[in-house]
């Protein structure tokens, strides 16, 4: 639709996603209910749900190259022109990021490289590195970048989550390589080769589409990091793991994740809202995500919690009241 309609109509992805589908979680509601332990098994032995994971990757990455072409063919106006930038921004969000986000939990080789792929179409490789290897040990404490503190805006999570992430992705692979006395600065450094991969990435379509690809291009990855953000801000906000220790903090427990059981947003975001089930068993594949006992629920689906965010005055009132009765 955005990419063959022109004007308010290119926003239609924009308008699908955080209009029409916040107001539908609101009238359908919630489904707290999980699988029996024989629909479990079924579900498990099911290939389908790896299959539809598969299709995405042609799919998101079909989505790239169209979008390349239309924006190096240019001769539409401004609002076109953004509309389809936003559109595309959403695709690298929820699909490009999400789908990685699963994939790169798997344990196959071929699944974590499709991972790998969907992440390289919103430059955002290092997601790879940090969340896997960083976000997952250290959520919920100080050294976690991704996890948004009581009273913390989303505009400065942003640039502390994405700058932080980052580095903290380089850190990791640093002490990696420097542990089993590696050289850092070497091609066998897989910050320096994802770098390298997004490089060329850029210099492609810079040279097939040209300036006004190009830009667009860099808008729409940037716009999907923002996503992935967002998400990241109202996934954990205000939810610390105490220290135990000098050394440590507690486990992560499901009461470290905040939850959302709005059915749409779980179908739209392969069950990315049923987060503490995620954190308790993250190998456990998306479509057998539970719904788990005296978990933290937020009051609305991802989309429209993801809007509320944009407002922090009532951000605050609504999450920092539940956050009283978590204390």
């Known amino acids: 639709m955005s990419f063959t309609q022109s004007g308010w109509l290119a926003f239609f992805p924009v308008i699908f996603s955080f209009a029409l589908i916040p107001l539908l979680e609101y009238a359908i ?6 699988l029996g ?14 299959i539809i994971l598969y299709l995405t990757v042609p799919i998101q990455v079909a989505v790239l190259v169209w979008f390349v072409w239309i924006m190096k063919e240019g001769g539409m106006d401004a609002w076109t022109r953004a509309g389809r930038i936003a559109s595309t921004g959403i695709m690298c ?63 400065t999570f942003w640039l502390r989550s994405l700058t932080g992430g980052f580095r903290s992705a380089w850190n990791i692979v640093k002490k990696e390589r420097l542990r089993k006395n590696q050289a850092v600065w070497s091609v066998g ?38 996503l992935l953000e967002t998400v990241n801000y109202i996934e954990h906000y205000g939810l610390q793991r105490k220290r135990v220790s000098e050394h440590r903090f507690e486990d992560v427990e499901p009461w470290h994740s905040w939850n959302s059981d709005f059915i749409l947003g779980r179908l739209m975001l392969f069950e990315l809202t049923r987060h503490s089930d995620h954190h308790w068993e993250p190998s456990k594949h998306y479509e057998v995500l539970e719904s ?18 944009l407002a922090p005055p009532v951000w605050f009132k609504v999450m920092d009241k539940r956050l009283e009765k978590v204390d």
Request: no cysteine.
């Open 189 to 226: 450094n897989e910050m320096i080769q994802y770098l390298v991969v997004q490089g060329v990435i850029v210099a492609i379509i810079g040279w097939v589409g040209g300036w006004p690809a190009l830009s667009a291009f860099l808008i729409a990855a940037f716009a999907g990091m923002l």
């Open 37 to 50: 332990k024989a629909e479990e098994e079924l579900v498990r032995r099911d290939r389908v749900y790896d």
């Open 292 to 309: 788990m006992p005296k978990v933290l629920q937020l009051p609305a689906g991802y989309p429209a919690m993801m809007l509320l965010s």
């Open 93 to 155: 969000g929820v699909f490009g990021i999400n789908i990685a986000h699963e994939l790169g939990h798997r344990s196959l080789k071929g699944e974590r490289f499709l991972a790998k792929i969907m992440l390289s179409t919103s430059l955002y490789l290092h997601f790879y590195i940090e969340h896997n290897r960083g976000h997952h040990r250290n959520v919920g404490t100080p050294e976690d970048p991704a996890t948004a503190n009581r009273g913390e805006m989303l505009y």
């Open 29 to 34: 509601g919630e489904d707290p209910t999980n």
